[in-house]
C-alpha cells in the first residue's frame, strides 16, 4: 500500500504511522493482558505490578548511569565520526559495567527488605532476586536502545519494540497462569533478557557499523559530558519512579491496596498511549531539537511538532474519555471506580505532552541546569498536591494533582525555553 505523500513528506508524521501500528497491536494485547491480570490477581495484585514496574523503570537509569539521553545526542552528532563514537561507547562500557555491578549487589543482598517496602511482604523477596541477577540485561537494553533512537532508526526500532513486546506478553500469560502474582512479576523481571535477545538477533549488524567492540578501552573520555546525562536522568526517571512507588504505598496505607491498583490501573492506560510519544521525542525531537540553533528555527520546528502531534493526541483522548466505560469494562472489569478518574488524567496528560516537547530541548542542548530545576518543581508539585488533595478527594485527588502539576509546569518550562533563546541571541 502507497503511503499518501503528505505523510511521506514528513518524517515524524512517517514515524508516527509506523509507530501507530505498533501502539494499535500493543494495544490489543496489552487489554487481553491487563483484563486476565485484573481478573485474576485482582486491584491489590495491579498495585504490585505496579511497584515492580517503577522499580524496573528506576533500574533502567541507575544500572547505565543513565546514559540513554547521551547516548542518542551523541550517536545523532557523532554517527558518521568513529573515534569519537569509539570515546562515548568506552566511556559508555565504564558506567554501565559500575552502574551494574553497584545496583546488582545493593538489590541481592537487600531483596528482603525491598520486597517489604514495595510489596508489603517479604513473600516476594526472590522476585526482587531475580531482578538482581537480570540487571545486566536491563542496562544493555537501554544503551542499545539508545543507539537506535540516535540513529534515528524508527522502522528497526518498532520492529525490535513489537516483536519483544509480543514474546513478553506470552511469557507473563504463561507464568501467570503457572504461580498467579508471583509468576506474573517474575515474567515482569525478565522481560529485559528477551529485549536484548530480540535486539542481539535483528539489530546487531547495525550496532557492528557504530560499536566497535573490540576496540572498547576501559576509559571515560566523555565521562563529564555522559554525567550530566546521569543528573538529569536520575531526577527524572529515578525521582519520578520512586514518588509512584511511594504514593501507591500512602494510597494502600492511607486508603486500600484495592485503591492504590485502581490508580496504577489508570496510570498503566495512560503511559499505553503516552508511550507513542516517547518514542518520538527520543526518535525525532531530541535529535532535531540538537541540530537548531536559532529561536526562528526551533519556533517553526516546535509549531510543526504540536500541529502534528497535538491533534491526534486531542482526538484520541476525546474518544478515551467518551468510551471510558467501555475501556474499563473491556480492559479492568469491576474496576468502576476508575470513572471520575479519566477527565484529570486525560487533560494532565494532554498539557503534559505540550510541556514534554519543550522540556527535550533541554535534553538536546544540555541544559543540566534548567532540566533538573523543572523536573524538580514538577515532581514537588506532584506529590505535595497529591498528599494534599487526597484527604479530601480520596484516589481521584492525585489525578486532580496531575492536572494542576502540569498547567503550572508547561508556564515555567515556556519561560525558561524562550530565556534560553533570548540570552543566546545577546550573546
Same mark, same amino acid.
Given at each position: 500500500? =502507497?503511503v @499518501?505523500e503528505f505523510i511521506?513528506?514528513?518524517l515524524?508524521?512517517k514515524m508516527?504511522s509506523?509507530?501507530g501500528?505498533?501502539?494499535?497491536?500493543?494495544?490489543i494485547?496489552s487489554v487481553?493482558?491487563?483484563?486476565?491480570?485484573a481478573?485474576?490477581v485482582?486491584?491489590?495484585?495491579? %498495585?504490585?505490578?505496579?511497584?515492580l514496574r517503577s522499580?524496573s523503570?528506576?533500574?533502567s537509569?541507575?544500572t547505565?548511569?543513565g546514559?540513554f539521553n547521551?547516548?542518542?545526542?551523541?550517536?545523532?552528532?557523532? =554517527?558518521d565520526?568513529?573515534?569519537?563514537?569509539?570515546?562515548?561507547?568506552?566511556?559508555t562500557?565504564?558506567?554501565t559495567i559500575?552502574?551494574t555491578?553497584?545496583?546488582?549487589?545493593?538489590?541481592?543482598?537487600?531483596?528482603?527488605?525491598?520486597?517489604?517496602?514495595l510489596?508489603?511482604?517479604s513473600?516476594?523477596?526472590?522476585v526482587v532476586k531475580?531482578v538482581?541477577v537480570? #540487571? @545486566?540485561?536491563?542496562s544493555?537494553q537501554r544503551v542499545f536502545?539508545g543507539?537506535?533512537?540516535?540513529?534515528s532508526n524508527y522502522?528497526?526500532?518498532?520492529t525490535?519494540e513489537?516483536?519483544?513486546y509480543?514474546?513478553?506478553?506470552c511469557l507473563l500469560v %504463561?507464568?501467570?497462569?503457572?504461580?498467579n502474582?508471583?509468576?506474573?512479576l517474575m515474567?515482569?523481571?525478565?522481560?529485559p533478557?528477551?529485549?536484548? #535477545?530480540?535486539m542481539l538477533f535483528l539489530?546487531?549488524k547495525i550496532?557492528?557499523? %557504530?560499536?566497535q567492540f573490540?576496540?572498547l578501552t576501559?576509559s571515560?573520555?566523555?565521562?563529564k559530558?555522559?554525567? /550530566?546525562?546521569?543528573?538529569?536522568s536520575f531526577?527524572?526517571?529515578v525521582?519520578?519512579?520512586y514518588?509512584?512507588?511511594?504514593?501507591?504505598n500512602m494510597l494502600?496505607?492511607s486508603?486500600?491496596?484495592?485503591?492504590?491498583?485502581i490508580?496504577?490501573?489508570?496510570?498503566?492506560?495512560?503511559?499505553? %498511549?503516552m508511550?507513542?510519544?516517547?518514542?518520538?521525542?527520543?526518535?525525532y525531537v531530541i @535529535?532535531?531539537?540538537?541540530?537548531?540553533?536559532s529561536?526562528?528555527?526551533f519556533? =517553526?520546528e516546535l509549531?510543526?511538532i504540536?500541529?502534528?502531534?497535538?491533534?491526534l493526541?486531542g482526538i484520541?483522548?476525546?474518544l478515551i474519555?467518551?468510551?471510558?466505560d467501555f475501556?474499563?469494562?473491556?480492559?479492568y472489569p469491576?474496576?468502576t471506580?476508575m470513572? @471520575?478518574?479519566f477527565?484529570w488524567?486525560?487533560l494532565?496528560?494532554?498539557v503534559?505532552?505540550g510541556?514534554l516537547v519543550?522540556?527535550h530541548?533541554?535534553?538536546?542542548?544540555k541544559l543540566?541546569?534548567?532540566?533538573?530545576f523543572t523536573?524538580i518543581?514538577?515532581? /514537588?508539585?506532584f506529590?505535595?498536591?497529591a498528599n494534599?488533595l487526597?484527604?479530601?478527594y480520596?484516589?481521584e485527588g492525585v489525578v486532580?494533582?496531575?492536572?494542576?502539576?502540569?498547567?503550572?509546569?508547561?508556564f515555567?518550562?515556556l519561560?525558561? #525555553?524562550?530565556r534560553?533563546?533570548?540570552?543566546l541571541k545577546?550573546s
Amino acid at each position: 500500500m =502507497k503511503v @499518501p505523500e503528505f505523510i511521506s513528506k514528513n518524517l515524524l508524521l512517517k514515524m508516527t504511522s509506523v509507530n501507530g501500528v505498533v501502539i494499535s497491536i500493543r494495544l490489543i494485547i496489552s487489554v487481553f493482558v491487563q483484563r486476565l491480570l485484573a481478573e485474576i490477581v485482582g486491584e491489590a495484585g495491579i %498495585y504490585k505490578i505496579g511497584q515492580l514496574r517503577s522499580l524496573s523503570q528506576i533500574l533502567s537509569s541507575i544500572t547505565s548511569l543513565g546514559v540513554f539521553n547521551g547516548v542518542v545526542k551523541y550517536v545523532a552528532e557523532y =554517527k558518521d565520526e568513529k573515534p569519537q563514537l569509539q570515546k562515548l561507547f568506552s566511556t559508555t562500557l565504564v558506567f554501565t559495567i559500575f552502574g551494574t555491578v553497584v545496583t546488582g549487589a545493593l538489590l541481592f543482598f537487600g531483596a528482603d527488605f525491598l520486597s517489604t517496602y514495595l510489596f508489603g511482604s517479604s513473600d516476594f523477596t526472590f522476585v526482587v532476586k531475580l531482578v538482581a541477577v537480570v #540487571v @545486566p540485561f536491563i542496562s544493555i537494553q537501554r544503551v542499545f536502545n539508545g543507539v537506535i533512537n540516535g540513529l534515528s532508526n524508527y522502522k528497526k526500532f518498532a520492529t525490535v519494540e513489537l516483536i519483544s513486546y509480543i514474546l513478553s506478553a506470552c511469557l507473563l500469560v %504463561y507464568l501467570l497462569y503457572q504461580n498467579n502474582i508471583t509468576g506474573a512479576l517474575m515474567a515482569i523481571a525478565l522481560t529485559p533478557v528477551i529485549q536484548v #535477545v530480540v535486539m542481539l538477533f535483528l539489530i546487531f549488524k547495525i550496532l557492528k557499523e %557504530y560499536v566497535q567492540f573490540k576496540k572498547l578501552t576501559f576509559s571515560t573520555p566523555l565521562g563529564k559530558s555522559l554525567l /550530566a546525562f546521569t543528573l538529569m536522568s536520575f531526577v527524572s526517571t529515578v525521582l519520578l519512579n520512586y514518588i509512584e512507588i511511594d504514593i501507591r504505598n500512602m494510597l494502600a496505607n492511607s486508603l486500600s491496596e484495592d485503591d492504590a491498583g485502581i490508580w496504577t490501573g489508570m496510570t498503566f492506560i495512560s503511559k499505553n %498511549y503516552m508511550v507513542f510519544s516517547g518514542a518520538m521525542f527520543t526518535l525525532y525531537v531530541i @535529535p532535531k531539537f540538537a541540530s537548531i540553533n536559532s529561536k526562528s528555527g526551533f519556533l =517553526k520546528e516546535l509549531l510543526s511538532i504540536y500541529k502534528t502531534l497535538l491533534p491526534l493526541f486531542g482526538i484520541g483522548m476525546i474518544l478515551i474519555f467518551i468510551f471510558r466505560d467501555f475501556v474499563i469494562e473491556l480492559i479492568y472489569p469491576g474496576f468502576t471506580e476508575m470513572a @471520575p478518574l479519566f477527565k484529570w488524567q486525560l487533560l494532565g496528560d494532554f498539557v503534559r505532552l505540550g510541556a514534554l516537547v519543550l522540556i527535550h530541548q533541554f535534553l538536546a542542548k544540555k541544559l543540566v541546569r534548567n532540566f533538573i530545576f523543572t523536573e524538580i518543581v514538577s515532581l /514537588a508539585l506532584f506529590y505535595g498536591f497529591a498528599n494534599y488533595l487526597v484527604i479530601d478527594y480520596g484516589v481521584e485527588g492525585v489525578v486532580m494533582a496531575h492536572f494542576i502539576r502540569y498547567i503550572l509546569l508547561f508556564f515555567i518550562v515556556l519561560f525558561l #525555553v524562550f530565556r534560553y533563546y533570548n540570552n543566546l541571541k545577546k550573546s
